[in-house]
């Protein structure tokens, strides 16, 4: 009864006026950030971390602001997905694939609520899986010593490289840029600079703050200016919104099945709600067969892949909390907050701040009953938001950027740097090469060669020492086959194509 | 084909750049088995083999902007860098009107549009940050109003 009576804790936090108001504000923030098309989890979650911080929140009230906002943001991409046809978000691709049919058959209401009320059941049901997991892996993560950290990060980046991209060396690329970027400044076991190149500005490392936004917020701003903001009418209109129980009931299975595919696939450390609601969109419709009608806007396509996606973004928080690995791009980001907050994340946190832990877990669940409701009877809302035009929007979200990256340090060299981060993630973008794992790269970089380092220290240079255990063997392995198999399963795996009018 | 090849040339170049000044990094005296130089070296043998499998094996090139398309990134690029440096000599309000006045015009180009937008952020986002959110921002040059 463990459980029971740390949610209890977790509930006297969760459950004061202060915390269930950023609770709130965040659900509404993150709905509107996931809606905006151009304005992903990742990118809003990262512009709001400066803002946070000079908020001056608790590290509690900080985390449940910000996770509020991860789960918002999961729940609004599906109201462009099936509005617009343009996913609000990347795991809201595959919600255009049924929703934007349905939408165009007159039933735009309907598609909205049953994709809500999948929402809810995914993330629900992560939350509760979150909250079974979470402890027992904390319980194994103290096995864990540097050799088996090595391996760990190493499997972020090969599944992460793997799974998410379609070119193999383009995400190690990706992953090396990174990598290399956090080996800037002043080396942690020497003291010794490190590719500072005698600039000062440089001997503190890169922010991971200033590459985040640059490479999310500011590279989406050349592509609108590419794109001259084309592609962002209303497509459909919105009639009544009345809720469809008959649909709502005949796909309880579908939401249960996707829920449990995307719980698993957010999981899995690098692979992340995009997999998520990809394995379970694809997994409903070869369950459905050809019968079933998926692509033609039928409601089984609409509740599997936003299960699969909420329940996804609840697995992802399962590794970042309870190892410090984050398991998708959004979490990556959580991963920086919470770094920046001084709070190491990882098995020690559950015992020494159980405060955060289970505070952040019962703020989830209020969250997700905040979310369903904003999200059905107050749809409206959002929808009228995907009305901003992108020529008010994208200034905004720049200004927003800069002001947050000045507060940070108030240098203009981080503004320069978060620029250059920006024109980076435009080019790696258009060659199709993942800016994730950069991201990932610059967060765990210095953690990586740590691991490294003092394994190497306590086998007295021995490389065997890398492979010393079950649990590293196990991971190294788990690590080759992510790398190498999705190349021999792109056939099957092939994303479908958007629909297209 | 040519753009990959490009960026796999570039991604070569640079990992051997990083693997020479890898080498001049400097040890101390205690240092540890591995020493601050063995992974930023492996880090960069990794990317100088990515790069070389991208020069191998391109995807096709995607679609560049050119014309009108390319000059309006590199305006937007340079008043975000001159946006930049002005950002603490000039104070919020009026670089900040000014950089958002241009960003919209670049993505819709309509005039006065984009200059109401510019105008309406600059003092809209100015009031959200200074007042309810408390972050402590300079609204003009120093001098003025003193």
């Not at chain 1, 399962?318 to 690995?325: E, F, I, K, Q, S």
């Not at chain 1, 979490?331 to 919470?338: P, Y």
């Not at chain 1, 159980?354 to 009877?377: F, K, Q, R, T, Y």
């Amino acid at each position: 009864m463990d459980i029971l009576s740390n949610l209890a804790l977790g509930f006297s936090i969760a459950l004061s006026p202060y915390t269930l108001m950023l609770a709130v504000i965040g659900c509404f923030l993150g709905t509107i950030i996931g809606a905006l098309p151009g304005l992903g989890p990742s990118n809003g979650v990262a512009i709001l971390i400066p803002i946070t911080f000079t908020l001056g929140l608790d590290a509690t009230s900080a985390l449940v602001l910000m996770t509020s906002v991860y789960y918002g943001a999961m729940y609004g991409g599906r109201i462009s997905s099936i509005l617009l046809n343009i996913p609000g978000d990347e795991p809201a691709l595959m919600t255009t694939l049924d929703g934007y049919p349905m939408a165009k058959q007159g039933r735009a209401g309907d598609a909205l609520v049953l994709s809500g009320v999948a929402s809810f059941v995914g993330a629900f049901l992560a939350t509760i899986g979150l909250l079974l997991l979470a402890p027992l892996l904390a319980r194994v993560a103290y096995l864990f010593g540097p050799a088996e950290y090595f391996a760990l990060y190493l499997l972020a980046f090969c599944t992460l490289g793997g799974m998410a991209s379609n070119n193999q060396a383009k995400a190690a690329i990706a992953a090396c840029l990174g990598l290399g970027i956090a080996m800037v400044g002043v080396d942690n076991n020497s003291g010794l600079p490190r590719f500072t190149f005698g600039n000062m500005h440089l001997m503190d490392g890169v922010d991971f703050l200033v590459a985040i936004v640059g490479l999310f917020a500011i590279a989406e701003v050349f592509f609108f200016i590419e794109g001259h903001g084309k592609g962002s009418s209303l497509g459909v209109k919105l009639e009544k919104v009345t809720i469809p129980w008959k649909d709502i009931w005949t796909t309880k299975w579908t939401m249960l099945r996707s829920s449990l595919v995307g719980f698993i696939a957010g999981i899995l450390p690098g692979a992340g709600a995009s997999l998520g609601s990809f394995l379970a969109y694809m997994s409903e419709k070869s369950l459905a067969g050809k019968d079933g009608g998926f692509g033609t806007g039928v409601a089984r396509g609409v509740a599997a892949p936003e299960s699969g996606n909420n329940a996804a973004a609840g697995g992802a928080l399962v590794p970042m909390l309870t190892l410090g690995v984050p398991g998708s791009g959004t979490t990556a980001v959580l991963l920086a907050l919470l770094m920046t907050l001084n709070i190491t994340p990882g098995p020690t946190l559950f015992t020494d701040r159980p405060e955060v832990v289970w505070g952040l877990i019962a703020s989830l669940l209020i969250a997700n009953v905040v979310l369903l409701l904003m999200n059905v009877p107050m749809v409206r809302v959002f929808v009228r938001v995907l009305l901003v035009p992108p020529w008010i929007l994208l200034p905004g979200v720049t200004m927003i950027s800069f002001v947050g990256i000045y507060s940070l340090s108030g240098s203009y060299f981080d503004l320069l740097l978060m620029v250059g981060f920006g024109i980076l993630g435009y080019v790696l973008r258009k060659l199709d090469v993942p800016t994730v794992p950069v991201i990932l790269g610059i967060l765990l970089g210095g953690h990586m060669e740590d691991a490294l380092r003092r394994a190497m220290v306590i086998a007295d240079g021995n490389l065997m020492y890398l492979f010393s255990s079950p649990i590293a063997i196990g991971l190294w392995i788990a690590a080759v086959v992510g790398f190498i198999a999705p190349m021999f399963l792109r056939g099957v795996l092939a994303k479908p194509q958007r629909v297209s009018d | 084909m040519i753009s990959d090849r490009i960026f796999g040339l570039v991604v070569v170049l640079t990992a051997l750049a990083f693997i020479a000044s890898a080498t001049q990094v400097q040890t101390s005296f205690l240092t540890d088995p591995v020493g601050p130089k063995a992974f930023p070296m492996g880090v960069g043998v990794v990317a100088a083999l990515c790069g070389l499998v991208m020069i191998l094996k391109p995807d096709p090139d995607p679609v560049w902007p050119v014309g009108k398309t390319l000059l309006a990134l590199l305006v937007a690029v340079i008043v975000l860098v001159a946006y930049a440096y002005a950002l603490k000599p000039l104070g919020f309000l009026i670089p900040t009107a000014i950089t958002a006045a241009i960003l919209s015009y670049q993505i819709s180009p309509r005039a006065l549009p984009a200059i109401i937008t510019g105008l309406g952020l600059s003092i809209g986002l100015f009031i959200l940050f200074k007042f309810a959110l408390g972050l402590g921002l300079v609204p003009f040059p120093k001098g003025w109003f003193s």
